[in-house]
């Protein structure tokens, strides 16, 4: 301001300026005051953003599968709710920003953070010692861990009562570490250890209590309170550890004192202001106990209501969709690739482009499929920033990592083909004077087809089974949505036995199809045409 008003004393008194231009002046010195008094406000009021808030929009990752904290109340799987979703449009709008919620699986969470796909995971997850290591950690709801049994058992006093008995947790928790460190006090003294068994969702784990498997299983109380309804009385808390280190779920970003600060205020001022006890309230997370595990007898026969609302809700149509679209796109990419990479390696002699064409087949076959859908999701944004963009959807990472490796099982099948062909017609194509192109087109392309057509449908079948593991990196196909909606309802059987009859309609069309294709060039094979003849 001191250097303004030095301007105006040199540039407004001298005596060539008429009264309107000082007047004019004046009006433009006090505008140009004030605006910079605002932008000092702004800045002292604690409306400063942090840095994982990207062009007015704060991205949030989550997996919806841990009511009350966040899941999904209706169809829509792109729709979350819960107090940690509630939390995250408060955020973004004490940081007035938009809000980009990505639904992803568990394991997913801390790889895609790490990665700078969101800049905050709000998904009911413990405050643990292990994870500030790599991440911090504010905390904004108090919690307890507590072990789940069928409701006939008897409660017991200490977590050494568990020896020799099966527990269930959610794999990519930290309850499986956990129960470790119990082992460890068990084996000291010589009793059997806990058996730990992990399911890749929540819902999964109570199933596993419900039918028996195992004796129980591991979660927080208030996801208990909550399914009360749901589970209809035929689970109990049997034991609630005193873990110092179990007490409160917390919001993670990534390593920056800068930003730890600014959403720690954030939360805080949330907490003064009433919000956050509203939203415990909304989501009935205060006064709660053991006694909201009401028994009820309800329950136990095959909701049909819910198995026809299933088959035709329109979440179940676009899961299919996605997944029949993923299939299909991903293996034309991959007979694309593999048709030329099959010509050079059926070619005579021996050259490097053999050699890496060889190496790439071993390698994409040997891998995982899903080991190479969570590489390149996760780790390539690593080495290239460029794949943290919008751009590279969960959709176009499944088809790149699907087409890859789809094209390493179609290299051989196409290899196959073409070695299948007799060599004479080649050598009576050059005979003829065609050209390389011609014979490949006329005379080799069309016997290969007739081999390599019905294990390419088959292949197929195969790949569009295949697209449920891209769940993991929160694509919605069809799998994704069920376990979504499986989450929400607990109706295990109804939810999957439409999941069931969509993987089957659509894989008996494929094998109709290929009995079609089959029966058509039939006139080409050798066995029934020697039949015939005789």
């Not at 082992?183 to 419900?210: H, W």
């Not at 095959?302 to 979440?315: E, P, R």
């Not at 994409?364 to 794949?387: C, D, K, M, S, V």
């Not at 949505?481 to 894989?507: G, S």
Request: net charge positive; with cysteine.
């Amino acid at each position: 301001m001191s250097a303004f008003f030095s301007f105006m004393k040199t540039m407004v008194f001298p005596e060539r300026y008429k009264p309107a231009r000082l007047t004019t002046l004046c009006l433009l010195g006090i505008g140009l005051g004030l605006s910079s008094y605002h932008v000092a406000s702004a800045q002292t009021s604690g409306e400063e953003t942090p840095s994982f808030v990207q062009n007015g929009t704060l991205t949030v990752c989550t997996n919806p599968t841990l009511p009350p904290m966040t899941f999904v109340q209706g169809s829509d799987a792109s729709k979350p709710e819960g107090m940690d979703i509630d939390l995250a449009r408060a955020l973004a709008k004490h940081w007035h920003a938009s809000l980009n919620l990505v639904t992803m699986d568990f394991t997913g969470l801390f790889p895609s953070l790490a990665a700078q796909r969101c800049g905050i995971v709000l998904s009911g997850i413990i405050q643990l010692p292990d994870r500030e290591k790599n991440f911090d950690a504010v905390p904004y709801q108090d919690t307890a861990l507590t072990v789940v049994a069928r409701a006939n058992t008897l409660p017991i006093k200490s977590m050494a009562e568990l020896s020799g008995k099966t527990i269930a947790v959610q794999s990519g928790t930290s309850y499986a570490a956990r129960i470790e460190r119990e082992n460890i006090a068990l084996s000291a003294a010589g009793k059997p250890p806990i058996t730990i068994q992990q399911y890749p969702t929540e819902d999964q784990v109570v199933q596993q209590v419900l039918i028996g498997r195992v004796f129980a299983f591991v979660s927080q109380d208030v996801e208990l309170y909550f399914r009360q309804k749901q589970l209809h009385g035929k689970v109990r808390i049997i034991l609630k550890p005193d873990y110092s280190d179990y007490r409160h779920f917390a919001a993670y970003t990534r390593k920056n004192p800068h930003d730890h600060a600014l959403i720690t205020q954030a939360i805080s001022e949330l907490e003064s202001d009433g919000t956050l006890s509203g939203y415990r309230q909304k989501w009935s997370l205060s006064a709660q106990s053991e006694q909201a595990l009401s028994t009820d007898e309800r329950g136990g026969a095959f909701n049909w209501q819910a198995f026809f609302a299933a088959l035709t809700s329109v979440a179940f149509l676009k899961g299919a969709a996605i997944t029949l679209s993923v299939a299909l796109l991903s293996h034309f990419i991959a007979i694309v690739i593999s048709i030329p990479m099959a010509i050079t390696l059926n070619s005579h002699g021996k050259s490097a482009l053999k050699v890496v064409l060889k190496a790439y087949v071993s390698v994409f076959r040997g891998a995982p499929t899903l080991l190479q859908l969570l590489f390149i999701w996760n780790a390539l944004p690593q080495f290239f920033p460029i794949f943290r963009e919008q751009w590279f959807t969960p959709f176009l990472a499944t088809l790149v990592a699907l087409s890859i490796n789809e094209s390493a099982y179609q290299v051989e099948i196409n290899r196959a083909a073409l070695s299948a062909v007799d060599d004479g017609q080649e050598l009576a194509a050059d005979a003829l004077g065609m050209t390389r192109k011609q014979v490949y087109r006329y005379v080799i392309f069309p016997q290969a087809l007739r081999v390599a057509l019905p294990p390419t449908i088959n292949e197929f079948i195969t790949l569009l089974k295949t697209t449920s593991l891209a769940s993991v990196i929160s694509l919605q196909e069809l799998l994704a949505i069920t376990q979504v909606q499986v989450a929400r309802t607990f109706e295990f059987t109804e939810y999957y036995a439409a999941a069931l009859i969509y993987y089957l309609a659509m894989v008996f069309f494929f094998l109709f199809l290929q009995k079609r294709v089959e029966r058509r060039f039939s006139w080409a094979d050798r066995k029934k045409a020697s039949a015939n003849a005789a």
